[in-house]
């Protein structure tokens, strides 16, 4: 594979390369652990959602912003009021988001589950509300918050490879995100197979486009922006901060939503910006994401474009573009569309953190940042 071959070369990439490239085979295996215990989460996430009055999608930078992509899954199937808020808010904050007369159901999302905020988290919870049911979707099983949960929860392990070994999440993100999404639709998971088939070949997809990523980071942005919308704007959220933490701040980035740009944030394109677009599949958006475009043609000066999507076509001015159905033949649904819009942009992050001459499996040099937070303290 031309990756590893670089990789090889590199040799302070291995571990962020392999788990990039593994996700697909990951998702599948995902699935299919969730399917063979299906009976059991269907039981707790379906009664227990029944007797809540909201849900909550909780975790800590990346893991956060998997509830923002999630959102709209949980909320449609149960036709309730799901939440993303991050723990980093919540531990400051607990009165501002948890009611005493609350039933709550609270979905906490975590690679290592070690990291200060989120145990404190389920305990507030149970604390500040009436009463609290938890999903914990994490990558390890030894965290505190697997081993720690009481009998109000249901703890769902990805797979071993899940639990990434560099800093940055790659696999880990993706992973749980497609078990958030697959256990807040758990009775549709029989049917969901087709779907997961399909989102394997265009992660598959994705990935053989390595090499044309790689010419595209080698480009001399020093700024880059990504933009996504609904689901995608998670998605968004979590390629910017990929970058910067790849890029060891070396690339300064910034996300928001197709429409939101155009309300300030736009200012911060010059010559040297490179401009990602996370495109939706979803017919009515897109005519938004579409019109964003064309001002951008009209009056803006980015160093570079690039478009990441299902099926993109033809977009005046861009310079460059991912297809993810490369036989264009396919509609993906559309939750399951965030999940595969990552893979691009964690290549396009990793490159470019070797084209600065820094290790991606631990590219902060002065430690500002490492896998697991540190440093936090827990107040009473």
Not at 29 to 54: A, L, T
Request: with cysteine; net charge negative.
């Amino acid at each position: 594979m031309w990756s590893e071959k670089l990789i090889k070369s590199d040799g302070n990439a291995a571990h962020t390369n392999a788990e990039i490239f593994h996700q697909p085979k990951l998702w599948k295996k995902i699935w299919k652990k969730i399917y063979d215990n299906k009976d059991e989460i269907k039981e707790f996430v379906n009664s227990g959602i029944e007797q809540s009055d909201n849900i909550v999608l909780t975790g800590a930078g990346t893991s956060a912003y998997i509830g923002i992509a999630v959102q709209r899954s949980f909320r449609n199937k149960f036709n309730k009021i799901a939440e993303p808020i991050s723990t980093t808010h919540i531990v400051s904050h607990p009165t501002d988001f948890f009611l005493k007369n609350q039933n709550l159901f609270l979905v906490s999302f975590a690679r290592s589950g070690n990291s200060p905020e989120s145990s404190a988290v389920v305990k507030l919870a149970d604390n500040h509300t009436k009463n609290c049911k938890h999903l914990i979707i994490t990558c390890n099983p030894e965290g505190d918050l697997a081993k720690n949960h009481k009998e109000n929860g249901y703890v769902f392990t990805l797979p071993p490879e899940a639990n990434d070994k560099s800093l940055a999440m790659t696999s880990s993100y993706s992973g749980m995100m497609i078990a958030g999404i697959l256990i807040s639709r758990i009775d549709e998971i029989e049917a969901l197979e087709s779907e997961v088939d399909k989102l394997v070949t265009y992660g598959n997809n994705a990935l053989s486009q390595a090499e044309y990523i790689y010419s595209i980071s080698a480009q001399p942005f020093t700024r880059a922006i990504f933009l996504g919308s609904g689901a995608l704007y998670g998605v968004a959220k979590e390629a910017q901060l990929k970058m910067q933490e790849l890029t060891d701040g070396m690339v300064i980035c910034k996300h928001d939503s197709f429409l939101g740009l155009r309300h300030g944030p736009k200012a911060v394109i010059d010559e040297n910006t490179l401009v990602v677009y996370h495109l939706s599949n979803n017919p009515y958006a897109s005519r938004y994401e579409l019109d964003l475009l064309q001002t951008m043609k009209d009056n803006s000066c980015p160093m570079g474009q690039l478009a990441i999507g299902e099926h993109i076509g033809e977009i005046e001015n861009m310079d460059w573009k991912i297809e993810l159905d490369c036989e264009l033949s396919h509609t993906i649904d559309k939750d399951l569309l965030s999940v595969a819009s990552i893979l691009p942009a964690q290549l396009l992050a990793m490159y470019k953190s070797i084209h600065l001459g820094l290790k991606p499996d631990n590219p902060s040099r002065n430690g500002a940042i490492s896998r697991v937070v540190q440093g936090v303290n827990i107040y009473n």
